[in-house]
């Protein structure tokens, strides 16, 4: 059975144009209508043929849809639901992919007060962003967070599961606050260590750039992937889980200042066990289906 | 003209078994002899066949050498150098793979007081270890860098510049002191971290192991594949480049706690400059052929 028949995309980036041609692909029978509030996005989007309709409005896309998703910054999620409150059908159900989950229910009660919402987040990406970084299989094997509350009806969760295992996912449920927490070990703060680090480096005076890109071989160019996704999705996203970010990167904080202190004194074993114990995890991931099992991550060599 | 025509290789794990690989492929008239401490890794070796020769004593391995490069951890080099120093001929060159270079120095000088040594590092690696994961291009389009000194006899450093180039590197010189301090910005820094990111999300009580697996595609999971490199490698690096690696960090560290408060007062100005400012690095790694150009690394999807 479809989950949805009529499903609305706003928001035509990395994420959102990986659904829609997720849905073509996995479910052909579907019609997908998307927006973006760029029409640079929007014509590049008609270009690349997507979706079976790009409307130059909001209201007009969520007309007949039976699920609208929300594929914006969480920064703009409030006044993309706004955008879409007049004209959204009373039994369409609202979703979203955004990577901050307490904030995201919060906007999306405020402005449709009456809808029936399901926030959610894919946990899948690349650091490309655009229409033209969208690809079907984004998704397939990857999970995805669904964050219902007390207002959300169990049906309507179940269609979005449904929704989402179509398009190749697996699904998990818990509650916005422990996702927050989750996504802050698992994705937010490993960015901002990315970020920070290829900052560091680009501001030393002993270094300079070029020596860094030449060298970057050594582990360095692995952070500088991360480090070039979208800039304004993870500025909402910090400003928006600031709390369990902040509770992470102090425990972080606290563990590297404790390896410093065991480089200051010549501790090897603390570095050890600590460097011996970590392999556990790489491997629960290569176990799990999560990572590409090759070395380097595949890269050509 | 072929720079070496006996290269022996001590320590025969990724980077060595690689080196051992790379001359079959790309001077099949160099004679490759082949020693490791361990007598499993020496077993294997000669299962595996990359050399010519495998030998159960050091000493043995270098009688006719006219190149010896030691590829063992960086602590280990001291009493690999003096293994050998009873028997190494007298116009050999030493040299070694080291990921740190003033120590690395200090040590084959004190083993080796009258050879000829070019200390040198090849920027390449992957996360596995031992001889089954070495492979005959690792080096290939990688930067080597050699650190002579004012006792490296300008002639013998050329000579290693093209062994190093015969394997497909591209080499450049500079000072030992300054080969450190490059190397704790692109490699040993961002592995602590990632070594210590893994850590801190292992232990922590509100978020199960199983987890931060399950949503490790956000980000975390490029993370572990450093943290699974060689334990003893990466211990021995950390306490023999201690000065420049506590340098690096104490910068990020101050740059961390900058984002930490403009995270807490909401100043997304400042984290929307940082995010746009590092995508220029990772162009520049690109443009460079230094990582592979696809979306996320290539990695499967």
Sequence with gaps: ????????????????SSVARAIRASL?????????????????????????DITDQAGTAVLDADLVLLCV?????????????????????????????????????????HAIIVP??????????????????LFAGRWCILTPDADTPPVATARVRAFWESLGAQVEEMTAHHHDLVL????????????????????????TES??????AGGFRDFTRIAASDPT????????????VLEILQRLTEDVTMLQRAIRWGDGDTL???????????????????????ADFGRAH
Excluded: C
Aim: aromatic share 6%.
């Design 73 to 113: 910054p969480v920064g703009a999620i409030g006044a993309a639901a706004a955008d879409i409150a007049a004209d959204l059908p009373a039994d369409a159900i609202v979703s979203d992919v955004g990577g901050s989950k307490v904030s995201v229910a919060a906007a999306l009660r405020a402005a449709l007060p």
């Design 211 to 216: 020596e860094v890109i030449k060298y970057s």
């Design 28 to 52: 052909p029978t579907v019609r997908v209508t998307g927006h973006d509030a760029d029409p640079a996005v929007r014509a590049r989007s008609r270009d690349l043929g997507f979706a079976h």
């Design 1 to 16: 059975m479809l989950p949805f028949s009529r499903v609305t995309v706003i928001g035509l980036g990395l994420i959102g």
């Design 184 to 207: 802050a070990v698992t994705s937010h703060v490993p960015h901002l260590i990315a970020y920070s680090i290829v900052g560091t480096a680009s501001d030393l005076e002993q270094v």
């Design 233 to 244: 999705m993870w500025r909402d996203v910090f400003l928006n889980n600031r709390e369990a």
């Design 272 to 294: 050890f066990d600590l460097f011996s114990r970590t392999r556990a995890i790489r491997r629960g991931i290569l176990e799990q289906g999560q990572d590409d099992p090759r």
């Design 120 to 137: 959610g987040h894919p946990v899948a990406g690349t650091e490309n962003s655009g229409p033209d970084a969208g690809f079907a299989t």
